[in-house]
């Protein structure tokens, strides 16, 4: 099964009953395997999960922390990206040229790569003291 074929499938276990707006993600991790995510959403907003935040628990609680590929489905009309937190997570476990796809339900790609989602990204660089 492919990635978007992965975020595809997870994407429909989503627990939506507020935003009805379901997200899938799939990621790879440095060994080949795939991990899924879908977001969770809760009443007492914001807190719920994201689709890539459970994508990425899903690999770290199997044992990996390097992501070497991201794809996230919504069904939307143009590709969505993930939001700000889910980049700086993702940004966490993939080198800034580890490939992305984002989907919509109706067969829309983009193309991009995590440095391009999030330019300047906070690392563990700029927590050293010189």
């Given at each position: 099964?492919?990635?978007?074929?992965?975020?595809?499938?997870?994407?429909?276990?989503?627990?939506?009953?507020?935003?009805?707006?379901?997200?899938?993600?799939?990621?790879?991790?440095?060994?080949?395997?795939?991990?899924?995510?879908?977001?969770?959403?809760?009443?007492?907003?914001?807190?719920?999960?994201?689709?890539?935040?459970?994508?990425?628990?899903?690999?770290v609680?199997?044992?990996?922390?390097?992501?070497?590929?991201?794809?996230?489905?919504?069904?939307?009309?143009?590709?969505?990206?993930?939001?700000?937190?889910?980049?700086q997570?993702?940004?966490?476990?993939?080198?800034?040229?580890?490939?992305?796809?984002?989907?919509?339900?109706?067969?829309?790609?983009?193309?991009?790569?995590?440095?391009?989602?999030?330019?300047?990204?906070?690392?563990?660089?700029?927590?050293d003291?010189?």
């Amino acid at each position: 099964m492919s990635l978007l074929e992965s975020a595809r499938a997870v994407r429909e276990n989503a627990y939506v009953p507020y935003s009805r707006f379901k997200v899938g993600a799939a990621i790879r991790g440095a060994s080949g395997a795939v991990h899924v995510g879908c977001n969770v959403e809760n009443v007492a907003y914001p807190e719920g999960t994201c689709a890539e935040a459970g994508a990425i628990a899903a690999m770290v609680a199997a044992g990996e922390t390097v992501i070497t590929e991201v794809c996230v489905i919504a069904d939307s009309p143009v590709p969505v990206t993930p939001c700000g937190g889910c980049r700086q997570k993702l940004a966490e476990f993939a080198a800034a040229d580890v490939p992305v796809t984002l989907a919509t339900t109706d067969g829309l790609t983009r193309r991009t790569t995590v440095g391009e989602m999030l330019p300047g990204a906070f690392d563990q660089a700029q927590m050293d003291r010189a």
